[in-house]
């Protein structure tokens, strides 16, 4: 079955009146006087950052009809097993995809949503034995603070899952603070501030099945969409469908919600979700290969503005890097890990066999760049290592 995607409506859509048109035909000369009022540029005003970094345009004829810029704050959503004893760690892929928010982003703040007592939370972290939770709790702007999930939908349905308490916990602090929700496996390759700045109220992307998958939303605080994503996962939750109350009802709703200006922009599933979930599908991001220092590198390798250089090293961008174990992740601004796919999708011999001698995400797995995922984070992790963010913490090399 082919999906075919709605089309994505324009950012910025110039009206003329008919009244202009008429005063176009009764003098050239009171027209080219009327143009540059016409055709007056955006002008935004940034708030303070206790508004959320919002951002407004001045809705003169002939500006963008967009007057959204979403907030530069992100949140990720970290549920433990509830326990008085609560353990609070992060493993080193989670390291990853928080200080690749912050490097890529440089958000406000970062604010990381648990269900550990807030009288608890740094006890707990100090506690841990991770260093990449260390490592976490290093970086500047980055907030661990008590959020209690629901554990029963509105109509008293329980939701015993974790991940599925979560889904709750995303639609309302979007729906309260807006900002960018990543999943603790989504990965950021570049900056997002182009898609926070379109004048949307969300910005979502499809996943390969062509529906829109809730593990990267960009939204706008109080919108309308929001509200009733959050609203209705209480009246969708089906604790035999893991799906219905997230991604696919967030496909309805953005399909419906296409209609009404500026309410959400639904991009191509390479912007965030390059990969899938599936077996043959998700085994080429993590799936180690022995390193071909001639292969095409179409991560870091960048086109030229001199068509001499670009066409003597045209198999760089051309034909032949199709001919390569490594994707072109050029045009993707989040790399979506999929991890819960690689734990179940695969036996322990499968994923033996996919890392190799790495036995799975790692830093030496990473700094060999010998996987499209490492390939792909490795910038980030470079960044903290020559910037001393690890400097001071006891971490193994082969260590998870």
Not at 306 to 312: F, G, K, M, P
Not at 363 to 373: E, I, K
Request: glycine share 6%; proline share 7%.
């Amino acid at each position: 079955m082919i999906m075919k995607y709605p089309a994505l409506k324009p950012a910025c859509n110039v009206r003329w009146t008919l009244a202009g048109f008429g005063l176009a035909l009764v003098s050239l000369l009171l027209v080219f006087q009327l143009l540059p009022d016409g055709f007056n540029t955006k002008s935004f005003h940034i708030s303070s950052p206790k508004d959320s970094e919002q951002s407004t345009l001045k809705n003169t004829e002939g500006s963008c009809k967009g007057s959204a810029t979403i907030p530069n704050i992100v949140h990720f959503v970290h549920l433990v097993k509830p326990s008085p004893n609560p353990t609070f760690e992060f493993p080193f892929r989670q390291f990853i995809a928080i200080y690749s928010a912050w490097y890529y982003l440089q958000p406000e703040t970062i604010n990381i949503y648990t269900n550990v007592e807030e009288h608890l939370i740094e006890e707990t972290i100090k506690r841990s034995t991770s260093p990449w939770t260390k490592a976490v709790s290093k970086l500047p702007k980055v907030k661990v603070s008590h959020h209690t999930p629901p554990d029963h939908t509105t109509s008293g349905e329980a939701i015993p899952k974790l991940p599925n308490q979560s889904d709750f916990v995303r639609t309302g602090i979007l729906r309260e603070f807006g900002g960018i929700y990543l999943d603790e496996d989504a990965y950021v390759l570049r900056d997002l501030a182009p898609l926070r700045r379109m004048g949307f109220q969300n910005v979502v992307g499809y996943q390969l099945n062509g529906q829109i998958c809730p593990a990267v939303i960009l939204s706008t605080p109080g919108n309308k969409l929001m509200e009733w994503y959050h609203a209705l996962q209480h009246k969708a939750f089906n604790p035999n469908r893991w799906a219905l109350h997230a991604t696919d009802l967030l496909s309805t709703l953005a399909m419906d919600f296409q209609e009404p200006d500026d309410q959400v922009l639904v991009l191509p599933h390479n912007t965030f979700f390059p990969y899938y979930w599936r077996g043959n599908d998700l085994k080429p991001i993590c799936q180690v290969h022995d390193k071909d220092l001639d292969a095409p590198d179409a991560v870091t390798n960048k086109g030229t503005q001199n068509l001499t250089e670009y066409s003597e090293n045209f198999h760089l961008y051309g034909p032949e890097a199709l001919e390569s174990w490594k994707t072109d992740l050029r045009s993707s601004y989040v790399l979506h890990g999929w991890t819960s796919g690689i734990e179940t999708e695969f036996n322990d011999q499968e994923r033996d066999a996919m890392f190799r001698k790495f036995g799975g995400i790692t830093p030496d797995f990473v700094l060999a760049q010998s996987s499209n995922f490492a390939r792909a984070v490795y910038p980030a992790f470079k960044h903290a290592l020559d910037n001393g963010v690890l400097d001071g913490i006891e971490y193994n090399q082969s260590q998870p």
